[in-house]
């Protein structure tokens, strides 16, 4: 019995010892992991406050917006300098538009104030909270200085994990997780990557890589930082040029003496208005995003073209649908162009199962919208993933035989769009489409833009008679006709 006991004791002992050691490793190891991150603070980010970090960077920035193509960037050079220490990140440069129109921005940020002056522009941009926010981390864009720096003042809120050739910390700017990979070897940084929600992309990741390092006198730094961001669907390249170090005398801004962040930017009030075109033909107008979506009822089912932004305007269009035909499904969804007005809401009638009608031109960007993870803000496909059912349409697609709709493609011959497609009733010689019409509500009118050309070319050659044109976007901004007579468009040409 007592030998039992001495044997009981013996095991409490080395388990106690056992946990002692265990916990000494863990210490140990996360002492080693910050100690990782202030070294690499020591190569990276070493100066004193009186002095200034600063170098020249050329950059090649790209950015999708309303182009020819889905996933289309236009280009942009910048030329600049930066200036950085822990307490301030200063930015002057110059942006290059197709080798011609020049025009500059500045930035200075430091603890609680961000000011920009934007390029073009004459006055400081106000900026809001997550503005501020976002600064910090954009400003590792060019150097991890001021980014690094925070998570060596935070490194009490760090998540740290341990990778085969990195270590990772992760903290909280804000609501974005940004996360720091360095290197287990050499101490430097290899990435930094953040996640933020795109209403049309979903959930993002956005990578800084830092490549190709050199030394100055004192500091490693990335000769050229690669940003891959959308999931690496657009790269952006900057190199960086003489590293050095001034004594911390650089002003490029005044601040203002009534200077503050502004709260953040609230979403505008949601309207919305259905109209009734004749027994089949209806139109909600969605005040908030200046867009008119056509809802026709067919016999037994309904189609919807348009639907701008995102999800959320998506399902706003579906419950007004449901008002006109509550037992009806909604069969197809089209989208005139790939542009984010006219196809932002496609998940919610990828949800509802509706076939969509594309061309093979924005298939593949369909594809890829419908299959965009939405964790950080959910919709209902996040919620209830379905199968994406589409039909691309060649040159034409009738639809109907007593209410009868056509629609057709017209593609580059809109001037606008790769993929455009125009929607026309014969029995009412109407015409739905896009933006392609820019006739004025009040005065003369003026000669036909491009897109207009291209509208009045593709209904000559398609032979179509049409009365009554009606444009989807834009309603009020621009002070032009939804409902346009065919004759307005034909003045302008002729
Ligand atoms: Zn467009």
Same mark, same amino acid.
């Given at each position: 019995?007592?030998?039992?006991?001495?044997?009981?004791?013996?095991?409490?002992?080395?388990?106690?010892?056992?946990?002692?050691?265990?916990?000494?490793?863990?210490?140990?190891?996360?002492?080693?992991?910050?100690?990782?991150?202030?070294?690499?603070?020591?190569? *990276? %980010?070493?100066?004193?406050?009186?002095?200034?970090?600063?170098?020249?960077?050329?950059?090649?920035?790209?950015?999708?917006?309303?182009?020819?193509?889905?996933?289309?960037?236009?280009?942009?050079?910048?030329?600049?300098?930066?200036?950085?220490?822990?307490?301030?990140?200063?930015?002057?440069?110059?942006?290059?538009?197709?080798?011609?129109?020049?025009?500059?921005?500045?930035?200075?940020?430091?603890?609680?104030?961000? &000011?920009?002056?934007?390029?073009?522009?004459?006055?400081?941009?106000?900026?809001?909270?997550?503005?501020?926010?976002?600064?910090?981390?954009?400003?590792?864009?060019?150097?991890?200085? @001021?980014?690094?720096?925070?998570?060596?003042?935070?490194? /009490?809120?760090?998540?740290?994990?341990?990778?085969?050739?990195?270590?990772?910390?992760?903290?909280?700017?804000? =609501?974005?997780?940004?996360?720091?990979?360095?290197?287990?070897?050499?101490?430097?940084?290899? $990435?930094?990557?953040?996640?933020?929600?795109?209403?049309?992309?979903?959930?993002?990741?956005?990578? @800084?890589?830092?490549?190709?390092?050199?030394?100055?006198?004192?500091?490693?730094?990335?000769?050229?930082?690669?940003?891959?961001?959308? /999931?690496?669907?657009?790269?952006?390249?900057?190199?960086?040029?003489? &590293? /050095?170090?001034? #004594?911390?005398?650089?002003?490029?801004?005044?601040?203002?003496?009534?200077?503050?962040?502004? %709260?953040?930017?609230?979403?505008? !009030?949601?309207?919305?208005?259905?109209?009734?075109?004749?027994?089949?033909?209806?139109?909600?107008?969605?005040?908030?995003?200046?867009?008119?979506?056509?809802?026709?009822?067919?016999?037994?089912?309904?189609?919807?073209?348009? %639907?701008?932004?995102?999800?959320?305007?998506?399902?706003?269009?579906?419950?007004?649908? =449901?008002?006109?035909?509550?037992?009806?499904?909604?069969?197809?969804?089209?989208?005139?162009?790939?542009?984010?007005?006219?196809?932002?809401?496609?998940?919610?009638?990828?949800?509802?199962?509706?076939?969509?009608?594309?061309?093979?031109?924005?298939?593949?960007?369909?594809?890829?919208?419908? =299959? #965009?993870?939405?964790?950080?803000?959910?919709?209902?496909?996040?919620?209830?993933?379905?199968?994406? !059912?589409?039909?691309?349409?060649?040159?034409?697609?009738?639809?109907?035989?007593?209410?009868?709709?056509?629609?057709?493609?017209?593609?580059?011959?809109?001037?606008?769009?790769?993929?455009?497609?125009? @929607?026309?009733?014969?029995?009412?010689?109407?015409?739905? *489409?896009?933006?392609?019409?820019?006739?004025? $509500?009040?005065?003369?009118?003026?000669? %036909?833009?491009?897109?207009?050309?291209?509208?009045?070319?593709?209904? !000559?050659?398609?032979?179509?008679?049409?009365?009554?044109?009606?444009?989807?976007?834009?309603?009020?901004?621009?002070?032009?006709?939804?409902?346009?007579?065919? *004759?307005?468009?034909?003045?302008?040409?002729?």
């Amino acid at each position: 019995m007592k030998n039992k006991n001495n044997y009981c004791v013996l095991l409490i002992k080395q388990t106690k010892h056992l946990l002692v050691i265990a916990v000494l490793l863990v210490v140990i190891q996360s002492c080693s992991k910050t100690t990782q991150l202030q070294s690499c603070w020591n190569k *990276q %980010a070493d100066t004193t406050d009186k002095n200034l970090i600063t170098f020249f960077f050329k950059e090649e920035l790209n950015k999708l917006g309303h182009n020819f193509e889905p996933w289309e960037k236009t280009k942009y050079s910048i030329i600049g300098n930066i200036w950085v220490n822990q307490n301030r990140f200063l930015k002057l440069d110059t942006l290059t538009i197709n080798s011609k129109a020049k025009y500059y921005s500045k930035i200075e940020y430091s603890k609680n104030t961000l &000011l920009h002056l934007d390029y073009g522009n004459k006055e400081l941009s106000s900026i809001t909270n997550d503005i501020y926010l976002k600064q910090l981390i954009k400003s590792a864009r060019y150097t991890p200085v @001021y980014l690094l720096n925070h998570f060596v003042e935070n490194s /009490n809120k760090l998540d740290i994990n341990t990778g085969v050739i990195n270590n990772v910390y992760s903290i909280n700017i804000g =609501k974005i997780p940004v996360k720091l990979f360095i290197n287990k070897s050499t101490n430097l940084i290899d $990435k930094i990557t953040y996640l933020t929600y795109d209403e049309l992309y979903g959930d993002v990741i956005t990578s @800084y890589l830092y490549l190709s390092y050199k030394k100055s006198k004192t500091l490693s730094y990335p000769s050229k930082i690669e940003i891959k961001k959308i /999931n690496g669907k657009v790269v952006d390249k900057v190199e960086i040029f003489r &590293l /050095n170090t001034t #004594a911390d005398k650089i002003q490029l801004l005044d601040k203002p003496d009534n200077y503050k962040l502004i %709260a953040s930017k609230k979403n505008g !009030k949601i309207k919305v208005k259905t109209e009734k075109f004749n027994d089949f033909i209806y139109f909600i107008n969605l005040v908030h995003t200046e867009d008119k979506i056509m809802v026709v009822e067919f016999e037994d089912f309904m189609l919807v073209a348009e %639907a701008p932004l995102n999800s959320k305007n998506g399902e706003l269009i579906i419950s007004e649908v =449901k008002k006109i035909a509550p037992l009806k499904p909604i069969k197809y969804f089209v989208f005139g162009h790939h542009h984010p007005h006219y196809l932002g809401g496609i998940r919610a009638f990828v949800h509802k199962e509706a076939t969509v009608l594309c061309t093979n031109i924005s298939k593949e960007y369909v594809e890829y919208i419908a =299959k #965009a993870p939405h964790t950080i803000q959910p919709d209902s496909l996040q919620f209830e993933p379905k199968k994406l !059912k589409t039909k691309t349409i060649q040159d034409s697609f009738i639809i109907g035989k007593e209410n009868q709709l056509n629609i057709y493609f017209i593609g580059a011959k809109s001037e606008h769009t790769k993929d455009y497609l125009i @929607y026309y009733f014969p029995k009412e010689k109407l015409l739905f *489409q896009d933006d392609l019409c820019w006739i004025p $509500k009040e005065g003369s009118i003026g000669k %036909a833009n491009a897109r207009q050309r291209g509208l009045y070319n593709s209904i !000559k050659e398609l032979k179509l008679n049409v009365k009554t044109i009606i444009q989807s976007w834009p309603v009020e901004s621009h002070k032009v006709k939804t409902i346009i007579p065919f *004759q307005d468009l034909e003045k302008s040409i002729k």
